[in-house]
């Protein structure tokens, strides 16, 4: 029994509509790689659609510039993971101090393991040539972060557990931590005399460090 052509042309129109759906992905994954691998300004469109598959002219469909589709990277790799950061904050039930381990640990497993926390340090380092993408970085990266940061440390105050200090300032000691860690993955780990260190034990010891100074007595 020979199948129906109609079956035929139904299947390779769906085949053809989930894999349209799945592009703006492709390209997403594939630019993530080529911007951390070789910089924004190194980074061609055609590289990326040719990475993912596509044609240029088939990229510029869902991205419309460079800048655009880095902006894009940003969303879908670091900030979108904040709407269920700030869930799990609210229906934390453990001291603050655990929930501050959780949060170092939670970006380390999530973001900095991976590739994405490469788009960090391409930030740092390209941020006097790009000011437009450090400026949505920092909406919707860096703000949010310290936000959260800063709850963390607020309930903790709150609740009696930390004494009075100033959170903004002490979000920076703990965003340096990760800066920190994240140079290192970058930069340092691929020489085998510096690629001694454990991200979440470093993570964990620098969190106990704070919250001791914080801690009340």
């Known amino acids: 029994m020979h199948p129906s052509p109609f079956l035929t042309e139904t299947s390779s129109a769906h085949k053809r509509e989930r894999r349209k759906e799945a592009r703006p992905g492709e390209l997403l994954d594939a630019a993530l790689g080529l911007f951390v691998s070789k910089g924004f300004s190194a980074t061609k469109v055609e590289d990326v659609a040719a990475s993912a598959g596509v044609s240029k002219g088939t990229l510029f469909l869902y991205f419309s510039s460079k800048e655009d589709l880095f902006k894009a990277v940003i969303r879908a790799n670091l900030a979108d993971h904040f709407p269920a950061w700030n869930q799990e904050f609210e229906e934390f039930q453990g001291?603050?101090?655990?929930?501050?381990?959780?949060?170092?640990?939670?970006?380390?497993?999530?973001?900095?393991?991976?590739?994405?926390?490469?788009?960090?340090?391409?930030?740092?380092?390209?941020?006097?040539?790009?000011?437009?993408?450090?400026?949505?970085?920092?909406?919707?990266?860096?703000?949010?972060?310290?936000?959260?940061?800063?709850?963390?440390?607020?309930?903790?105050?709150?609740?009696?557990?930390?004494?009075?200090?100033?959170?903004?300032?002490?979000?920076?000691?703990?965003?340096?931590?990760?800066?920190?860690?994240?140079?290192?993955?970058?930069?340092?780990?691929?020489n085998a005399s510096h690629n001694t260190l454990n991200p979440e034990t470093f993570l964990r010891n620098h969190v106990d460090l704070m919250v001791q100074a914080w801690r009340r007595r």
């Open 95 to 190: 001291t603050s101090p655990d929930m501050l381990e959780y949060a170092m640990l939670s970006w380390w497993q999530r973001i900095g393991s991976t590739d994405a926390s490469g788009i960090t340090k391409l930030v740092m380092s390209e941020a006097n040539n790009f000011p437009e993408v450090v400026q949505f970085y920092d909406q919707e990266v860096i703000r949010p972060g310290h936000i959260l940061f800063q709850r963390i440390l607020q309930r903790g105050i709150d609740r009696g557990e930390f004494v009075v200090f100033n959170t903004v300032l002490a979000v920076h000691s703990l965003v340096s931590a990760i800066v920190y860690v994240t140079m290192w993955k970058h930069a340092l780990a691929c």
